[in-house]
């Protein structure tokens, strides 16, 4: 498996450690206008596809059946933090649809949001499925599932019809067949979809400049989410994430999705600078979140002109610092002489 | 940079990430019997140096002035959770040498171990400098300044006497020059020193089996620092840390410590299977700790016949577990066709 070094840790003036990973950056058409790396590297697409796991959910009306605001139908294409603005959307979301909180099946973890966290324990208290980054997501799983007549208790099954409603749409805007989708199981208990790199990037083109042949209650879901993800980015992430800090930084003009372990996705909005949009894949291929990736995801929205040069300068390059605050190194992209 | 893939992240039956590194294995006699990936590469020694950080102390009397017992010296060479045993220790050392923990200049971080972590906000705490996983270290740095007449407020700066002595000895050991060798700032605003990873495995080579030259003194302080790691294995880490359980995995067999950023060193004692001892060092280049670095750490010492085929099944092959608890995944080493 080839991979480029993307980012190099740098402690002092010495490279302590690398980030290898692959880019792939299409147009709207689904032309391929770079890539780094294996482009055709198959990995999950990880929480990247949750618009996709959402789509035909709203597609069929399951979201106007139960009342879904905009706020929830972002909510169910999130990675929360796990912050209260978030637990509240999900929360109304069981509601409306007749489901209690037992009823998820993504299991729990402490909010990714670090002084929710501290706040949840400091208080004595435990966390609930609804803090689960994914209960959005499950959230809307349960609804499609009531909403179609499928068992709600196998919700997370990929034998569920649901899922195998997923699968479809996911094979659909990937442009592969569904069969040659490996399913796996994501960390809430989902299923989830190794494809290659480049696939995952033609589902986000679909999705931002939806083809000719698809139907046209699918291509309105797919403006829906662009539209619910775009006004409500502390939704889709939280204080201090990555999609939220982006869309933002940016606002109107793309979505950002991360996946676990290295995976950003972006859809750039057909505008002036790109009339048929972008669609940016990313993996880290060591599955790192916290260092390469952020730092990537701005160096190549700035070397597309989406950024300016100046933007985000607290992300990259992102100092490195000691327990008493001292800046100690950086986080620097390795991507500039390389592409574009 | 050459590196070599040293193990898989597996979701389902698909390869989801990757870890690469280098590896370089020594006889005591400093002969490399195995190496992968590129064994020259420049690194930071980071935490897995501080039992060199702490001979120089040793050697010339310090810990005996100041009557270090063995814990003590254990916990000087510790990257310890900040549990209470933990604490307990550092706080003594401090007592000890006539300091207060205002005195060190390490920063504060919550502690490693979770439990303990979540014990000190449930109650309303923050951590102290105590609970900082280098305390053990810089309690002794500042007896040593004491002891060397140094100033003691700037102990953590590398133009201080201590550290031109904990320099000079690392270069001894490494046997590079110490000129050769690149200083940056620890996460504990400690000095660091970044060198050729088959350096750094000199160093553990003559530790275990201290080369004829070395003083007595310092032959000897190498004998109690590897004792007192020995004796004290839950010191150096803590409950359910790499280095604790592999140190009580071969009892008396050997030395293990971690560094920041995915390094590990070994040194194996002198014994009928390795009449010299062995050294092993290991770098995981994207800086790894948690999947890549224990589940080779664990391969490689059951390839060297250290460890036994069945030991430790819980660290290697790792499972990964959704949020549910169910294994749907697992983390491989990718060494066994590569060495030895």
Same sequence: chains 1, 2.
Avoid at 222 to 250: H, N, Q, V
Wanted: proline share 6%.
């Amino acid at each position: 498996m080839n991979s480029e070094v993307l980012a190099h840790v740098i402690r002092g003036e010495t490279v302590e450690s690398v980030h290898r990973g692959h880019i792939v950056i299409m147009d709207g058409d689904k032309n391929v206008l770079e890539s780094l790396g294996g482009p055709n590297t198959v990995t999950y697409f990880r929480s990247a596809c949750k618009a996709f796991q959402a789509l035909p959910f709203i597609a069929g009306g399951g979201a106007d059946h139960f009342g879904f605001a905009e706020d929830e139908i972002a909510l169910a294409c999130a990675s929360h933090s796990g912050e209260p603005m978030h637990t509240k959307v999900a929360a109304s979301m069981l509601r409306k649809a007749g489901f209690a909180e037992s009823d998820l099946r993504c299991g729990t973890h402490l909010p990714f949001n670090e002084k929710e966290a501290e706040r949840l324990i400091a208080a004595g208290n435990r966390p609930t499925q609804l803090h689960n980054n994914c209960s959005g997501k499950h959230a809307a799983m349960l609804a499609f599932a009531k909403h179609i007549e499928a068992d709600p208790t196998s919700y997370d099954s990929i034998t569920n019809p649901i899922q195998q409603e997923i699968l479809k749409i996911i094979a659909e805007f990937a442009e592969i067949p569904a069969e040659s989708i490996a399913i796996g199981v994501d960390g809430c208990a989902a299923p989830n979809f190794a494809m290659p790199l480049t696939a995952m990037a033609r589902c986000f083109a679909n999705l931002i400049k939806p083809r000719e042949g698809l139907a046209e209650n699918v291509k309105t879901a797919c403006y829906r989410i662009i539209s619910a993800m775009m006004k409500f980015p502390e939704l889709i992430g939280g204080t201090e994430r990555l999609d939220t800090i982006l869309m933002k930084a940016a606002p109107g003009k793309l979505i950002s999705k991360v996946g676990a372990d290295g995976v950003w996705l972006c859809g750039v909005l057909p505008n002036d600078q790109y009339p048929s949009g972008l669609a940016i894949a990313l993996k880290i291929d060591d599955g790192d979140d916290k260092r390469a990736r952020p730092v990537v995801a701005v160096e190549l929205l700035k070397r597309l002109d989406i950024l300016t040069t100046g933007a985000l300068p607290e992300i990259s390059p992102m100092p490195i610092l000691n327990r008493r605050g001292d800046i100690v190194g950086r986080i620097d992209a390795n991507i500039s002489e390389k592409i574009l």
